[in-house]
Nanobody, 116 residues
Framework: QVQLVESGGGLVQPGGSLRLSCVAS????????MAWYRQAPGKQRELVAT????????NYVDSVKGRFTISRDNAKNTLYLRMSNLKPEDTAVYYC?????????WGRGTQVTVPS
C-alpha cells in the first residue's frame, strides 16, 4: 500500500486558521479521488471533504462548508486542507485517504486542537 503522511496540525484559538498537508509516497496518488477525514475523541471517523483526481470537483460536510477548502498538487503528490474560522468542535485528529480506503495505508494523522 501507498503511504500517506499528514502534517500541519496544532493548537489554534477559535477563529484561527491552519493548513494541513498530506503527502503520498507514490505518484499513483494523482489518479485517485482523495479525502480528508477527522476523528474526535470518542467519536467515529468522519468524512470532511473530497476532491477528484483533476481537482475539478470538491465536496464538503455541511459543518465545514464555507470554512474549509480542499485542494491538491498532483506534481507534489500532496493533498491540502485549508481551515479557517476554526471552532472547538473542529478539534480532532485529521487523516487523508481515498474514499475506498484500499490503495493507501492510513497515516498517523495530525492533531488539530481548538480550545473552547
Amino acid at each position: 500500500q501507498v503511504q500517506l503522511v499528514e502534517s500541519g496540525g496544532g493548537l489554534v484559538q477559535p477563529g484561527g486558521s491552519l493548513r494541513l498537508s498530506c503527502v503520498a509516497s507514490e505518484s499513483i496518488f494523482r489518479i485517485y479521488t482523495m479525502a480528508w477525514y477527522r476523528q474526535a475523541p470518542g467519536k467515529q471517523r468522519e468524512l470532511v471533504a473530497t476532491i477528484n483526481s483533476g481537482a475539478s470537483a470538491t465536496n464538503y460536510v455541511d459543518s465545514v462548508k464555507g470554512r474549509f477548502t480542499i485542494s491538491r498538487d498532483n506534481a507534489k503528490n500532496t493533498l491540502y486542507l485549508r481551515m479557517s474560522n476554526l471552532k472547538p468542535e473542529d478539534t480532532a485528529v485529521y487523516y487523508c485517504n481515498d474514499p475506498a480506503g484500499v490503495v493507501f495505508q492510513w497515516g498517523r494523522g495530525t492533531q488539530v486542537t481548538v480550545p473552547s
